[in-house]
T-cell receptor, first 113, second 112 residues
């Protein structure tokens, strides 16, 4: 998973709190995305970006905001945390084009109590 | 949306070839098939990908049927460290933007 860095790795939030999960890549990738993975489930797309200044919604965008002010960074913001957002979050990046390798970060474990 | 279907679980003996099937019958002509695996709750690890032709790298081989509606990932000599959840993914263009469409994955257990 070289090149995609997520912080923090672990976080506990109280219901209603806000926070930002950070994602950075140093490979000059245009395409970045955020996924969540609930226990025993596959990954579901939250938001994605095809380049700086361009973002769009995935399958499960409610409760999350993103921005892409630089090529390197793609933060995910939880506006008002809810227990249903307890999950593992993965950031991914790649060059544009359907045939390029997609790199994932190591994940951020979020618990909302 | 292009979707993938995989068996929920499979077992394989250590040292034997593990063959993991995937159906992607709605795949479009320019959409790639990717395979990733996830060990425990680590980040997904890239294995291999392909469009039409069979592919091989140091980790695995990917066999894609001529009609592209299904594929098989082959781990030629499975080891205990290959125990993981394996995801077959179609990288699709949906409404003009590329998305990864994950299925539920196959939990592969390598037995000694």
């Amino acid at each position: 998973n070289a090149g995609v860095t997520q912080t923090p790795k672990f976080q506990v939030l109280k219901t209603g709190q806000s926070m930002t999960l950070q994602c950075a890549q140093d490979m000059n990738h245009e395409y970045m995305s955020w996924y969540r993975q609930d226990p025993g489930m596959g990954l579901r797309l939250i938001h994605y970006s095809v380049g700086a200044g361009i973002t769009d919604q995935g399958e499960v965008p409610n409760g999350y905001n993103v921005s892409r002010s630089t090529t390197e960074d793609f933060p995910l913001r939880l506006l008002s945390a809810a227990p249903s957002q307890t999950s593992v979050y993965f950031c991914a990046s790649s060059y544009s084009g359907l045939g390029n390798t997609i790199y994932f970060g190591e994940g951020s474990w979020l618990t909302v109590v | 949306d292009a979707k993938t279907t995989q068996p929920t679980s499979m077992d394989c003996a250590e040292g034997r070839a593990a063959n993991l099937p995937c159906n992607h019958s709605t795949i479009s002509g320019n959409e790639y098939v990717y395979w990733y695996r996830q060990i425990h709750s680590q980040g997904p690890q890239y294995i291999i990908h392909g469009l039409k032709n069979n592919e091989t790298n140091e980790m695995a081989s990917l066999i894609i049927t001529e009609d592209r509606k299904s594929s098989t990932l082959i781990l030629p000599h499975a080891t205990l460290r290959d125990t993981a959840v394996y995801y077959c993914i179609v990288r699709a263009l949906i409404q003009g933007a590329q998305k990864l469409v994950f299925g539920q994955g196959t939990r592969l257990t390598i037995n000694p």
